[in-house]
């Protein structure tokens, strides 16, 4: 990875390339290979990892097919089938955000359906229900083979409340959903030991978000398979827990960020609980979504895991007698999640060169191969941009982090004396983390001569605890002051046109557009993709998994309701002077659609373009191909619209 210079060295770069046969046009309007058609079709993601044995599952979307997610399997050295057919989709929606689909044993492979979001039996014949229609959704399925049952984490609508999550057992003969351990807000994790005897998992209560606090439990199981009174291991006010687990030999581990780092921890025979390595790294990845791991036993000394350092990923093994970490030698630099089975891992990777795919680890011989990679978008190496990891000062005397992406075409330059214009991208959550895998989305933008800064703002993971929790009561502030000094560097040095600056970014991530856009004068256009507008609207009207979260980011509602008000950009209206456009799914519930009609109509009455693009089959985020397409090519046209840019929709 090439380092840029810090900002006060930024001058020295030149965006002038060798003597070529290039030819000259604007910045902005460079015909590029890379289609919007092309990119949204290419739009897979792949999830939900699962080893049994040496066999490979794993969930992979389908754009072309409106987004839904399937099933795929790899038995051993045969091709890879497809389990689960249209129309199914295997999705959860615990949390509203899923994970921990399906499950896979001894061939059996149970998963949740997205659209009725029962479990059902995949099949030759095709899928048949396990569970029956109900207010019930499922995640997190793991088996109870000696009880012929399925342990998982439900959530339960209720008329007129919020919902309620605990844990359970799925009856693999009946489909009789029997609860196991309730009273937390929320569960998470629930793992087995390898004697079928005890039940680890984590809770939490409200406020709390998982990454802040919550607990790890471990609980007997009875002869009638109900759980025995929990004991709590570690965790509460103050430590996250991540990924709680067994070895082979029946110890517990877990991942926890008492020391500033999220580190591995073991609880010994004693009761003792003692860190298996020591760093200045982060073995874990926000707990966003159910089924994630970062690390997974390969025998039963040694575990292949995942850290994240300065927002990079790398691979490793640690000797579990010795603490003893041992990196592997691969340039993939976006991992997870990991899995592993009888000596061998697998796990999802990307680099700056290659988008995500599957790879196997072999712990014997060290050596990493490809598996499978999806169907996506062919890149030439000659028309991709190369990231650069970009510090840069911000405010409190900090240090905020990014990738910068200078604009790049083996057939095109920009014309002289011309400065490229940028876009400033906002990652959500905002507890989350840029991707340093190859992204066509982004290449997209670099190909037409688009410079591209995406932001590790304060409250991003991979930096340890302490920068993490810089955004507690700052987000609309610390994060906006993050995307605007690096942009305000960039254009200072000289390397992007200062007068053509946007910024774009979709859920956390669109707020953080509309705050920089409302109390900062430093961008020409913002593009808010399912973006919080109004704080107290959100505060009342959003899933249970986050209906809290802004206790820490903001603060608790009602009693801070002036300062709601305050950072909430729909009410700073007056204040924004350049135009936005907006994309917004309308079965959105995590951020309702009527709050970017809100803010989209508050510009309008003050005479500014807000054009609003609204996506009937999409929830928050968008995953069918139409919808990619159609916000990345009306998103392009409006920036050229603004920063008057000759050129077709290339």
């Known amino acids: 990875m090439l380092l840029l210079p810090r900002p006060a060295a930024l001058q020295r770069l030149s965006l002038l390339a060798p003597v070529t046969t290039k030819r000259g046009a604007p910045y902005g309007a460079w015909p590029s290979p890379l289609s919007a058609e092309a990119v949204a079709a290419g739009s897979v ?74 479990l059902y039996r995949a099949g030759p014949t095709g899928p048949t229900p396990l569970t029956a229609p109900g207010p019930d959704r499922y995640a997190d399925l793991q088996f109870d083979h000696r009880r012929d049952r399925l342990l998982c984490v439900v959530e339960r609508a209720r008329d007129g409340g919020e919902a309620e999550n605990f844990l359970a057992a799925v009856a693999l003969a009946t489909g009789e959903v029997t609860p196991l351990r309730r009273g937390a807000d929320f569960y998470a994790f629930p793992r087995l030991d390898p004697a079928g005897q005890r039940l680890a998992f984590l809770c939490w209560n409200h406020p709390a978000m998982p990454w802040d606090a919550c607990e790890l439990q471990v609980a007997g199981i009875r002869a009638d398979g109900s759980l025995a009174t929990p004991i709590k291991v570690t965790g509460g006010e103050g430590e996250a827990i991540f990924q709680p687990g067994w070895s082979p030999k029946g110890e517990l581990t877990f991942v926890s960020d008492r020391s500033g780092f999220s580190n591995l921890y073991r609880l010994g025979p004693d009761g003792a609980v003692t860190c298996m390595c020591e760093m200045a790294a982060d073995f874990a990845a926000p707990l966003w979504v159910f089924g994630l791991s970062t690390s997974a036993w390969l025998d039963e000394r040694n575990l292949a895991c995942l850290l994240q350092q300065s927002g990079f990923w790398r691979l490793g093994t640690l000797d579990s007698a010795t603490g003893r970490l041992e990196f592997v030698d691969t340039d993939l630099t976006e991992l997870g999640p990991i899995f592993a089975a009888e000596g061998r891992a697998v796990f999802v990777g990307g680099s700056a060169n290659q988008a995500s795919a599957i790879h196997a680890f072999e712990g014997k011989t060290r050596a990493v191969r490809l598996l499978h990679r999806p169907a996506g978008v062919p890149l030439a190496p000659e028309i991709v941009a190369r990231p650069r990891a970009f510090d840069f000062p911000t405010a409190g005397n900090v240090t905020a982090h990014g990738l910068l992406y200078l604009p790049h075409n083996p057939g095109y330059e920009g014309l002289p004396g011309q400065r490229p214009p940028l876009l400033v991208l906002c990652h959500g959550g905002p507890t989350a983390s840029t991707s340093t895998a190859l992204h066509p989305s982004i290449q997209f933008w670099t190909s037409r001569g688009f410079a591209v800064l995406d932001v590790n703002y304060r409250g991003s993971t991979g930096y340890g605890r302490a920068y993490r929790k810089l955004l507690d009561g700052q987000w609309g502030v610390a994060d906006v002051e993050d995307c605007v000094a690096g942009a305000t560097a960039l254009a200072e040095a000289g390397v992007v046109d200062g007068g053509r600056m946007a910024i774009r970014g979709s859920s956390a991530g669109g707020y953080t557009v509309l705050c920089a856009l409302a109390f900062h004068d430093v961008f020409a256009a913002g593009a808010s993709y399912y973006g919080v507008c109004d704080l107290a609207a959100l505060a009342a009207d959003t899933h249970k998994f986050e209906s809290r979260y802004l206790d820490s980011l903001v603060g608790p509602y009602p009693a801070c309701r002036d300062l709601f008000r305050a950072r909430s950009p729909l009410f700073a209206a007056s204040a924004l002077s350049c135009p936005v456009i907006f994309f917004h799914g309308e079965q959105d519930r995590v951020v309702p659609k009527a709050q970017a009609e809100a803010m989209a109509g508050a510009l309008r009455r003050r005479g500014l373009a807000a054009p609003v693009r609204l996506f009937p089959d999409e929830q928050h985020g968008f995953r069918r191909k139409e919808s990619i397409r159609a916000a990345l090519t009306a998103e392009l046209e409006f920036y050229r619209q603004v920063f008057d840019i000759a050129g077709g929709l290339t």
Not at 67 to 86: M, N, S
Not at 93 to 112: D, K, M, P, Q, T
């Open 45 to 118: 993601r792949l999830s939900g990892l699962w080893l049994d044995g040496a066999d490979l599952y794993w969930t992979e979307s389908r754009p072309l097919e409106q987004g839904r997610l399937t099933l795929l399997c790899k038995r051993g050295a045969g091709p890879v089938r497809e389990l689960v057919p249209a129309p199914y989709s295997v999705r959860s929606r615990v949390h509203e955000y899923g994970g921990g689909a399906f499950a896979a044993r001894n061939g059996l492979v149970i998963f949740a359906n997205d659209s009725d979001q029962r």
